[in-house]
């Protein structure tokens, strides 16, 4: 019923070939498979995907609409082959192989809705993804985007476990949306150049779990506790906003480091033991086998030690729930 198709990204086979062997010849061959492909986060990131140098090999894979998208996004003039899949009986040609897999697919949140609103849903299909992972590309990165992100990665670190491949080196929930925000809304009260603001935010991605550290945000600026309580606050409803507006979805993805770039410090909700919590976003150091350090929280203002504590409650519950349901 659902038929794969291929979409080879040059207009000639000869070409592509030809284009691809040259390629092998200076940079690796990367496959990256994205589940969820056709979706609102899907298309824009399997979009990236073909534009980056990086990836030779892009799996788009889909319970529907992977034919369009991945025949639009073939013909785009970049090194790889893309070849869309379509429903479960292809899920393990999608992601065999793969290198990276990144998991946008699931159910977004509407007006209202909490994101662990979600959970009933996107577990599930999670749950369901992650076991083919564990079976067709157990060494493969594995980027989780589908919310509730504070449960969905337990979820894959559960399932990985009983299947005895679990690296936690290679699971990441992706929390890169709140940098982004945080730095955003940071430049425009501190009135500084967006390009220059470093932001770390840890915790988690949800609500009151998100929590930026200001008071290590470059360039410096002497803010009053007003703004840096709304700064604050209004990166940990970012997300709402948007949902609130339906202005668009965010996508990020944690691809640089599949290719050894070294020294790529990013924020990622990974397995940690800088807390007592098992999950936790933080800055990490990436390399190509996924997570080569964790980095220390560093200094945190008063306000900010304060947030810790009260996002651990959410937090843990949250990761408790992913395992539970995991397991069951
Ligand atoms: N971590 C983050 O920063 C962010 C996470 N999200 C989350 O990402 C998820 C996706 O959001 P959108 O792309 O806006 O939703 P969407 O509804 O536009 O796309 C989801 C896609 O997943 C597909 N899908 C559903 N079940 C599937 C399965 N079993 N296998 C493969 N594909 C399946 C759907 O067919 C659809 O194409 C949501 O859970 C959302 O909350 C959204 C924004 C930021
Ligand atoms: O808020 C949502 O539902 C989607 C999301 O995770 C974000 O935009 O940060």
Redesign the pocket.
Known sequence: MFRSVLVRSSSSAKQSLLHRSFSSSSVPERKVAI????????QPLSLLMKLNPLVSSLSL?????TPGVAADVGYINTRSEVVGYMGDDDLAKALEGADLVII??????KPGMT?DD?FNI?AG?VK??CSAIAKYCPHALVNM???P?NSTVPIPAEIFKKAGMYDEKKLF?????DVVRAKTFYAGKANVPVAEVNVPVIGG?AGVTILPLFSQATPQANLSGDVLTALTKRTQDG?TEVVEAKAG????TLSMAINGVPDVVECSYVHSTIIELPFFASKVRLGKNGVEEVLDLGPLSDFEKEGLEALKPELKSSIEKGVKFANQ
């Open positions: 589940l969820g492909a056709a979706g609102g986060i899907g894979f889909d319970i529907a609409n946008p697919a699931g159910v977004p949140r994101r979600l996107n299909i369901n993804l985007i589908s919310n992100v929930g992706v929390t890169t949306l991605h997300g979805k965010g996508s990020a």
